[in-house]
């Protein structure tokens, strides 16, 4: 089985310090705290800005400051987001693919967020991926829902992708697909051969999928993007204490953690 990697999803687009007050916004912030979960065993920091006031953005220089601060800390993969908040343009969602990362989040369909519709129309997609294939960036494959995946495959056939493909299945999102261990052993089993997996399970989910995951030999995200804590009432310290308990469930589990750069080599980013 390959060696196990490790998304930290550090900051989302969402969570706010009242409801986490560890969370990183500035980007020297958000650049630090992802050199804590780099030392902690991620391998990939899976990253949303923040303007001062905490408020989400998309804007290329905030993400240019992250990427340039991080680099000058470690060789973590440094991954923005292509989602932002529901409300951004799809203009505004693309900005962070400007800087040319090795990789970014590619969404592959509609889904509903709980009071909130995030919109990924087939011309958004086609836009988002084409971009992409020409700064040479490799797309992370959001799935909320099982027909993503024929979206995803949809756009392999236009030529749009380049195998191999990598999935990150985002589980247990108020009205998109449930978190059970059943709809993760589905989903996993109709993505292309040979592709890669990540899991991301929301919540009270995100512990059981990501052990699941690391039999299964999938791969792993965790953060505060996906869940603030630590178990049932108690906060998380910090994004990288989350990362810790993975890598102690994969040692227990017989599974070893991959390096950056192994992980550019299991994606096929080298």
């Not at 089985?1 to 912030?29: N, R």
């Not at 290329?60 to 292509?82: A, H, M, N, W």
Request: with cysteine.
């Amino acid at each position: 089985m390959e060696k196990l990697i490790i998304t930290a999803a550090i900051t989302g687009a969402e969570v706010t310090k009242d409801i986490q007050p560890a969370l990183a916004i500035s980007p020297e912030e958000i650049a630090e705290d992802a050199y804590q979960c780099y030392k902690s065993g991620a391998s990939i920091v899976h990253v949303h800005a923040r303007e001062a006031d905490g408020s989400p953005t998309q804007d290329k220089d905030t993400y240019g400051r992250i990427k340039e601060k991080l680099e000058e800390k470690c060789d973590v993969i440094f991954q923005p987001s292509t989602g932002g908040a529901v409300w951004h343009s799809p203009e505004e969602r693309l900005q962070p693919v400007e800087l040319k990362p090795e990789m970014a989040t590619l969404s592959c369909g509609t889904a509903n967020f709980g009071p909130d519709v995030f919109m990924n129309t087939e011309e958004y997609m086609e836009k988002f991926a084409k971009r992409m294939q020409e700064l040479g960036v490799k797309p992370e494959l959001e799935i909320f829902e099982r027909g993503m995946i024929e979206n995803a495959k949809k756009l392999l056939k236009k030529g749009l992708l380049k195998e191999p493909l990598h999935f990150d299945f985002v589980l247990g999102v108020p009205g998109a697909a449930p978190g059970n261990p059943e709809d993760l052993m589905f989903m996993a089993d109709k993505i292309p051969e040979g592709s890669t997996w990540t899991v991301a399970g929301i919540g009270r989910h995100e512990l059981p999928l990501a052990t699941l995951a690391i039999i299964l030999g999938g791969h792993v995200r965790v953060g505060f993007e996906d869940n603030v804590y630590y178990e049932k009432g108690v906060l998380a310290k910090s994004n990288a204490e989350l990362v810790e308990r993975i890598v102690r469930i994969a040692k227990e589990l017989g599974r070893e953690v991959a390096t950056p750069e192994e992980a550019r080599e299991i994606l096929g980013l080298k």
